[in-house]
C-alpha cells in the first residue's frame, strides 16, 4: 500500500511530469492562459493519459510480448490517438466552449510527448499493471497541478506592470523556470 | 450600560477635526433671494415638476411629485416666483447639470397651511405615503426614500437602530442636533419603531459626544438604549454599526431587515418629527460648514440655498482656499461649482487649504503588504480589488465582492503608496453598472429585431396567400366568363380593376404603422407633434384640392 | 511478421469501431457556442461586420469563417471578451475607432412621411406611417445608422447622446506612478 501511494507522491510531486522530466511543455505553455481551460485540459489529460498506460500495459503484456516489443511506440499511439479522438468527441457534445477554447491542443494530446513518454516508461521499468496505472494517473495529476497554478500565475500576470520587453511568453518563460526551481524543493520529500 | 459590543475587524482613527465646529448653537441661514432645488434630491426616479416658469409658489407647497415607486416629493423652500425650470448645477461629482427648479424668492415666507399628521391614528400605508409625499429621504448620505425603509414587508424587525455615530471627521452636525434637539430625534424614533413594528431602539453614537449622548439618555424612554461605542472610523456605517451593537452580520447581498434590523440615522428621525408634528416637509436640514472658512458651526439650511451662500454665512472662505468638498474628508466628493445648492444629501461643505489637506504624494506601485485589508471595515481585500480593477479585469475584481465595498476610504488612508484605492473601486464599480445597462438595451434590442424578422416573415407568407387567392378567384372569373369576349383582355381589365382597388384601398386605410405597443409619453409626443406639423403648413391641403 | 500484421490490424479495426459508435453517440445538433457569441455582440444589428444582424455574424464568428474585430459598435472591449470566450488573441482593434454612442434623430420639418426609414430599421424603433411625420424612439434606438441612407430628403442625422446624472461614471483614476529608479 506504501508503495503505491509512494508511486502516486512522487509522480506528483517530486517527479513531477512536466517540471523534473520536462515532457509536455506544449500544452503547458500554450492552454495556461487562462484558469479555466487549463482545469479542462488538465482533466482531459487525465482521463487520456490514466487511460492509456493502463490500455498499453495490456498491450504491451498480451498483444505483444517480448517477440513483437519493437512495435511499442507504434501501437502505443495507435491506442493513444483513439483515446483522444473518443475524448474529442466527448468534449465537443458536453462543453463546446472548453472544446473551441482547447481548440488543436485537445488533438495535440495525441503527440504530447508526456502521454507517449509515461506509457514508454512503464515498459521499460517492467512494472505491473497496478503499478502502470498509477504512474499514469499520478504523471497526469501532477501535469494537472503545475498547470493550473502556471495558469493561475499568468493570469494574475495579466495586470501586472511587467516591462515592455518580457510581456507575454518572455515572463511565462521566466515564472516557469522559478515553478521548476520550486519543485525542486520536493525533492526532499521522499528519502 | 452593560451592552457588550462587537467590534468589525479593522477601521481607523483618523484626526476628528469635530472642535471646530461643534462649539456653537445651531444657526438659521438668513433668508436667500434664490433658491435652486433640485427635482433628483434622493436615490431613484427624479420628481416630476409641477410648476413651470411664472408660477407663485408657497414655502413647503409641493413642487415635484414623486413618480415612481422609488421616488419621494420635493417642495418649495420660500414663497416666491418660479423664474426657472432647467438644468443647474448639482452636488454631485460629476459636476452635471441636472433639472431644477429655480425660485425668486419674495421675502414674506408665507407657508402654506402647515397640519400636524396625527399619525397614532392614521394606518401605517398611509401614513407612508404622507412621509412620501413629504419628501422624507435618508439623511445620512444614501439619501433613500425613508417611506420605503419603514415598510417592514414581511420580516420581523426587532430592533431599530439609530445611528448617531457620525464617525466621518469634520462633521458636527448630528452631534448639535442631538445636544439640542434630542427630545425631538427620538420622538421621531418612536414613530420609526411604532411603523417598523420593533421592539426596541438602540441608538450608537460615538464615545467623542458626551454631551449629545447625555442629553440623548435624558430623552430616552424605556424601551431606548443609548450606545456609546468607541470613536472608530467607520462606525457609523450601516452593516458596521449593526454589528457593532448586535453582533449580526448582514449577508452579502442581503437587507438588514431580513435579519430583524433597520438602521436609520439620527438626523432622519429629526426630519420625520418636523414633518409629523409641525405638518412641515422636508425643506431644510442641518449642515456644518467647517474648514478653511471664517466661522465654522453648523447651519439650518433651506433645501436649494447656494452653497456659495452658505459659506458665505460662515463668514467666507479664508485666504488660500483651495476648493469645497461635499460630504466628509473620507467619502466626500470635490464640488465642482459653488451655485449648487444644498440638497438632502450634504450634511457638510467643507472648505479646504492646502494646510488642512496637503496634496498627497505621487503613488507607488502596490507592494502587498496588507495594510489596506487590515483595515477594511467590510473585510474585504482591497489589494486585489484593485490588482483587477486597475487592469478593467471587472468580472475577477467582482468576485472579490466588490460590491460589499462602502467605499469608506480606510484602504486609502492607510496605504503606504497612496494608492487612490477607493477611486479604483468606484470606477470599476460605475463601469459593471454600465455594462449591465448595456446588456439590458442589448437584450431589448435582440428582442425587437427577433420580432421584426418574425413579423416580416409573417407578412411575407400572408402577402403570398393573398395572391395566391386572387390569381385563383380571377382564374375562375375568366374561365366563367370566357368564352365571348376575347381573353386576353379580359384578364388586363381584371388586373387593373385589382390594382385600382387596392390602391383605393391603400388611400383609405393610411393605417400607422408600428404605433402599437407604444408608452402613453410617445403617443403624447406624436401627437403634439403632428398638431404642431399641421399648425406650420396650413395651406398645404389648399394644393390638395 | 504475420502477428505484427494481425496485431496491428486487429487494433485498428476495435479503436475504428469505439470511434465509429462515439460518434453516433456523442453527434452535436447544433452550436451553443452561437449563443454565447451572440450574448456578447452589442446587438446593433447594424450590419457594418458585413452580415445582415448579429446572429449571422456570432453563426460566422462560430464557425471559424469571420474573424471576431468586424464590429465597430461593440468596441475594443467587445473583442476583448470574444477572443477572452474563443480562447484566442485579441487582434489589433486598429480600424476600430468607437464612436460615442449616438441615436437618430428625424426633422420634424424636412421629413416627408416615406416610411422608407421605418423598413430600414432593424428594431422597429421608428414610428410613423406613409404622409405622417415619423418619430424614432431614443430609447430603442440603437444607432446603427441604417435608416440613414435610404431617407430620399437627408432628414435623419445622428445626435451623440450626452451623459446625464445617470449614466455618469467615475473615470479611470489618474495617478502617475513616481520613478524610483
Redesign the interface.
Known amino acids: 500500500m506504501e508503495h503505491y501511494l509512494l508511486i502516486l507522491i512522487g509522480t506528483v510531486f517530486v517527479n513531477n511530469i512536466v517540471m523534473s522530466k520536462i515532457l509536455g511543455l506544449c500544452p503547458f505553455l500554450g492552454v495556461s492562459?487562462?484558469l479555466e481551460?487549463s482545469i479542462g485540459m488538465g482533466a482531459a489529460t487525465t482521463f487520456v493519459l490514466t487511460l492509456a498506460s493502463g490500455a498499453s500495459y495490456l498491450?504491451d503484456v498480451y498483444?505483444?510480448g517480448p517477440?513483437?516489443s519493437y512495435?511499442r511506440t507504434?501501437?502505443f499511439i495507435?491506442?493513444i490517438?483513439?483515446i483522444v479522438?473518443?475524448t474529442e468527441?466527448?468534449i465537443?457534445?458536453t462543453s463546446?466552449?472548453l472544446f473551441?477554447?482547447?481548440?488543436i491542443y485537445l488533438p495535440l494530446i495525441t503527440t504530447n510527448c508526456a502521454v507517449l513518454g509515461i506509457p514508454l516508461l512503464n515498459a521499460q521499468a517492467q512494472s505491473n499493471f497496478i503499478e502502470s496505472l498509477l504512474f499514469g494517473l499520478g504523471g497526469a495529476l501532477g501535469f494537472t497541478l503545475v498547470l493550473v497554478l502556471f495558469a493561475a500565475l499568468r493570469?494574475?500576470l495579466?495586470?501586472a506592470?511587467v516591462p515592455k520587453p518580457f510581456r507575454g511568453v518572455s515572463i511565462a518563460m521566466i515564472t516557469a523556470g522559478l515553478m521548476s526551481l520550486a519543485f525542486m524543493g520536493f525533492a526532499g520529500l521522499i528519502r | 450600560m452593560s451592552r457588550t459590543l462587537h467590534p468589525f475587524n479593522g477601521g481607523i482613527h483618523p484626526d476628528d477635526h469635530k472642535a471646530e465646529s461643534s462649539a456653537g448653537l445651531i444657526q438659521a441661514m438668513p433668508l436667500l433671494a434664490r433658491y435652486v432645488v433640485p427635482l433628483s434630491q434622493h436615490i431613484g426616479a427624479p420628481a416630476r415638476p409641477l410648476v413651470t416658469a411664472g408660477d407663485t409658489v408657497l414655502k413647503g407647497q409641493m413642487i415635484g411629485a414623486p413618480e415612481g415607486y422609488v421616488s419621494v416629493g420635493v417642495h418649495a423652500p420660500t414663497s416666491g416666483r418660479v423664474i426657472a425650470v432647467e438644468p443647474r448645477p448639482t452636488p454631485h461629482p460629476s459636476g452635471l447639470y441636472d433639472l431644477a427648479v429655480v425660485i425668486e424668492a419674495d421675502g414674506e415666507d408665507r407657508a402654506v397651511e402647515f397640519q400636524p399628521v396625527p399619525w397614532r391614528e392614521l394606518d401605517a400605508s398611509s401614513l407612508r405615503n404622507r412621509l412620501r409625499e413629504m419628501g422624507l429621504a435618508g439623511l445620512g448620505g444614501a439619501v433613500f426614500p425613508s417611506y420605503i425603509k419603514l415598510n417592514p414587508g414581511r420580516s420581523a424587525v426587532h430592533t431599530l437602530i439609530l445611528n448617531a455615530a457620525e464617525c466621518e471627521p469634520w462633521i458636527t452636525c448630528d452631534d448639535r442636533l442631538m445636544r439640542e434637539r434630542a427630545a425631538q430625534v427620538l420622538e421621531g424614533a418612536e414613530v420609526m419603531r411604532t411603523l417598523l413594528g420593533a421592539a426596541a431602539i438602540l441608538v450608537g453614537i460615538e464615545d467623542n459626544k458626551p454631551e449629545a449622548a447625555q442629553a440623548l439618555r435624558a430623552a430616552a424612554a424605556a424601551n431606548t438604549e443609548v450606545v456609546a461605542v468607541p470613536t472608530l472610523y467607520p462606525s457609523g456605517a450601516a452593516k458596521q454599526l449593526t454589528r457593532l451593537l448586535t453582533g449580526i452580520e448582514v449577508p452579502s447581498g442581503g437587507r438588514s431587515t431580513d435579519a430583524g434590523i433597520q438602521v436609520f440615522n439620527a438626523g432622519t428621525a429629526y426630519a420625520l418629527w418636523r414633518a409629523l408634528a409641525l405638518g412641515e416637509p422636508m425643506i431644510s436640514r442641518i449642515v456644518t460648514c467647517t474648514g478653511h472658512v471664517a466661522r465654522p458651526g453648523n447651519w439650518e439650511v433651506r433645501l436649494g440655498a447656494p452653497v456659495a451662500d452658505l459659506l458665505a454665512a460662515a463668514g467666507g472662505t479664508l485666504e488660500g482656499c483651495s476648493g469645497e468638498i461635499v460630504g466628509g474628508p473620507m467619502m466626500g466628493f470635490e464640488l465642482m461649482d459653488r451655485a449648487a445648492p444644498v440638497t438632502k444629501a450634504v450634511n457638510c461643505i467643507l472648505a479646504k487649504s492646502p494646510a488642512l489637506f496637503p496634496a498627497k504624494p505621487a503613488a507607488l506601485p502596490c507592494i502587498r503588504c496588507g495594510a489596506c485589508a487590515r483595515a477594511c471595515p467590510a473585510d474585504l481585500q482591497p489589494f486585489e480589488m484593485y490588482w483587477f480593477s486597475r487592469v478593467r479585469d471587472f468580472g475577477k475584481a467582482q468576485g472579490y465582492s466588490l460590491f460589499d465595498c462602502i467605499e469608506c476610504g480606510c484602504c486609502s488612508h492607510v496605504c503606504p503608496s497612496h494608492i487612490p484605492l477607493v477611486d479604483y473601486f468606484r470606477f470599476a464599480k460605475s463601469e459593471i453598472w454600465e455594462r449591465e445597462r448595456d446588456k439590458t438595451a442589448s437584450d431589448e434590442a435582440r428582442r425587437r429585431h427577433e420580432f421584426k424578422t418574425f413579423r416580416l416573415e409573417r407578412e411575407k407568407k400572408e402577402k403570398a396567400e393573398k395572391f395566391a387567392k386572387a390569381a385563383e378567384a380571377s382564374k375562375a372569373k375568366a374561365e366563367g366568363a370566357g368564352a365571348g369576349d376575347d381573353p386576353d383582355a379580359a384578364k388586363k381589365k381584371a388586373i387593373l380593376e385589382a390594382a385600382l382597388a387596392r390602391a383605393a384601398k391603400a388611400r383609405e386605410g393610411v393605417t400607422p404603422k408600428n404605433t402599437e405597443n407604444l408608452p402613453p409619453a410617445v403617443q403624447r409626443e406624436i401627437a403634439e407633434i403632428d398638431a404642431r406639423r399641421e399648425q406650420a403648413e396650413p395651406p398645404s391641403d389648399v394644393n390638395h384640392g | 511478421m504475420l502477428s505484427a500484421l494481425l496485431v496491428l490490424g486487429g487494433l485498428g479495426l476495435v479503436l475504428g469501431a469505439v470511434l465509429g459508435w462515439a460518434e453516433v453517440k456523442f453527434r452535436v445538433a447544433d452550436d451553443p457556442l452561437v449563443e454565447k457569441i451572440d450574448a456578447i455582440l452589442p446587438q446593433t444589428q447594424c450590419g457594418q461586420c458585413g452580415f445582415p444582424g448579429c446572429k449571422p455574424y456570432a453563426e460566422a464568428i462560430a464557425k471559424g469563417e469571420a474573424p471576431i474585430n468586424k464590429c465597430p459598435p461593440g468596441g475594443a472591449d467587445g473583442v476583448k471578451r470574444l477572443a477572452e470566450l474563443l480562447g484566442v488573441d485579441p487582434p489589433a482593434a486598429d480600424d476600430m475607432e468607437h464612436k460615442p454612442r449616438a441615436v437618430a434623430v428625424i426633422d420634424e420639418n424636412t421629413c416627408i412621411g416615406c416610411t422608407l426609414c421605418i423598413q430600414s430599421c432593424p428594431v422597429d424603433a421608428i414610428v410613423g406611417a406613409s404622409k405622417q411625420l415619423h418619430v424614432i424612439l431614443e430609447k430603442q434606438c440603437t444607432g446603427c445608422e441604417l435608416c440613414l441612407p435610404p431617407c430620399p430628403v437627408d432628414c435623419i442625422h445622428m445626435v451623440v447622446v450626452k451623459e446625464d446624472l445617470a449614466t455618469w461614471k467615475w473615470r479611470y483614476p489618474v495617478h502617475t506612478l513616481r520613478r524610483v529608479a
Open positions: 492562459k487562462k481551460t498491450i498483444l505483444l517477440d513483437l512495435l507504434l501501437t495507435v491506442v490517438a483513439g479522438g473518443f468527441m466527448f465537443k457534445k463546446p466552449v473551441r477554447v482547447l481548440g493570469e494574475r495579466e495586470a506592470d
